[in-house]
Nanobody
Framework: QVQLAESGGGLVQAGGSLRLSCAASGRAVSSYAMGWFRQAPGKEREFVIGISRSGGITQNADSVKGRFTISRDNAKNTVYLQMNSLKPEDTAVYYC????????????????WGQGTQVTVSS
């Protein structure tokens, strides 16, 4: 099975940018479709963006369209989340996850999860 570790979170002002990384170990990340989810205090964990094994297909939530992009470097066994034009409502713990099948928006499709990284956007 694959182990996932997120990094790159932190505190940023509204309008700023952050890039999160998700490093995989134990198995090649190329074996999985990958997704990013987030969970704000008192809210359900929600899908943010996902990418297919090859990187040819991406899917994102409407709330991040045009601001967030996902990419993968299978050679480095790493997936990235580039977040631009950040808003206070983007504040959450961000999780990366791996799915055995294709890119999906539902939590149940993802079998492996990282521990999360905190992103805080100040107004």
């Amino acid at each position: 099975q694959v182990q996932l570790a997120e990094s790159g979170g932190g505190l940023v002002q509204a309008g700023g940018s952050l890039r999160l990384s998700c490093a995989a170990s134990g198995r090649a990340v190329s074996s999985y479709a990958m997704g990013w989810f987030r969970q704000a205090p008192g809210k359900e964990r929600e899908f943010v963006i996902g990418i297919s094994r090859s990187g040819g297909i991406t899917q994102n939530a409407d709330s991040v369209k045009g601001r967030f992009t996902i990419s993968r470097d299978n050679a480095k066994n790493t997936v990235y989340l580039q977040m631009n034009s950040l808003k206070p409502e983007d504040t959450a713990v961000y999780y990366c996850a791996a799915a055995n099948l294709g890119v999906a928006t539902s939590r149940g499709a993802y079998r492996y999860w990282g521990q999360g990284t905190q992103v805080t956007v100040s107004s």
